[in-house]
């Protein structure tokens, strides 16, 4: 079965920093555009970062603008997605997914496959 596994989340003070991991299983992940989505509490599910499969590049999506920072690491099958500076409204499920080879500068929930169970993200002080 394809799928990801999502890990690293956590209960973290705000203004911290956690590095969230995307292992696949059952693919090579280097062959795909890998993003990061989150669901907070009673809202909908959202993308904030991409990563192409070539090239590695990267698109980020509204507020997550110079705090998040994707990354991939092909040899280990793993993606990232270091999040500094961390505030009460980053809450929420992250979710990590596959989709084709790039990521065309869009972020979106219903052009990916192969998605994880999720870790938990809590802000609090």
């Known amino acids: 079965q394809l799928h990801v596994v999502e890990s690293g989340g956590g209960l973290v003070q705000p203004g911290g920093s956690l590095r969230l991991s995307c292992a696949a299983s059952g693919f090579t992940l280097e062959h795909y555009a890998i993003g990061w989505f989150r669901q907070a509490p009673g809202k909908e599910l959202v993308g904030v970062s991409c990563i192409n499969s070539i090239g590695g590049t990267k698109t980020y999506t509204g507020s997550v603008k110079g705090r998040f920072t994707m990354s991939r690491n092909n040899a280990k099958n793993t993606a990232y997605l270091q999040i500094d500076g961390l505030k009460p409204e980053d809450t929420a499920v992250y979710y990590c997914?596959?989709?084709?080879?790039?990521?065309?500068?869009?972020?979106?929930?219903?052009?990916?496959?192969?998605w994880g169970q999720g870790t938990q993200v809590t802000v609090s002080s």
């Open positions: 997914a596959a989709k084709g080879f790039y990521c065309a500068g869009t972020v979106l929930v219903h052009e990916y496959a192969y």
